[in-house]
Nanobody, 123 residues
Framework: QVQLVESGGGSVQSGGSLRLSCAAS????????MGWFRQAPGKEREGVAA???????SYADSVKGRFTISQDNAKNTLYLQMNSLKPEDTAMYYC?????????????????WGQGTQVTVSS
């Protein structure tokens, strides 16, 4: 059974940094595209970043240059380093796994989801 467990969320001031982690289990981690998504109250879920099995990454324009997605296949863990955080980054952040691809940032294409971790950025 696939399980994704996020951690690392919290409250920071504008300009601060956080690193989110997503521990995966129950499947061969390196065979899945992985993504980070976020959803703020009253807004649609947004694809923040994705990383394919070959290491290719993609980012939403809103986070380019500030966020970095990475993974440690030996630890079955996905990361999202978030720097220069802004109040508009405040949201629940979710990691997700997509087996069939393509490795996009479209949430409907992802098969498995974590429970989310809250990120709050104050001005």
């Amino acid at each position: 059974q696939v399980q994704l467990v996020e951690s690392g969320g919290g409250s920071v001031q504008s300009g601060g940094s956080l690193r989110l982690s997503c521990a995966a289990s129950g499947y061969i981690y390196s065979t899945y595209c992985m993504g980070w998504f976020r959803q703020a109250p009253g807004k649609e879920r947004e694809g923040v970043a994705a990383i394919d099995t070959d290491g290719t990454t993609s980012y939403a324009d809103s986070v380019k240059g500030r966020f970095t997605i990475s993974q440690d296949n030996a630890k079955n863990t996905l990361y999202l380093q978030m720097n220069s955080l802004k109040p508009e980054d405040t949201a629940m952040y979710y990691c997700a796994a997509d087996y069939f691809g393509p490795c996009s940032r479209i949430s409907d294409e992802y098969d498995y989801w974590g429970q989310g971790t809250q990120v709050t950025v104050s001005s």
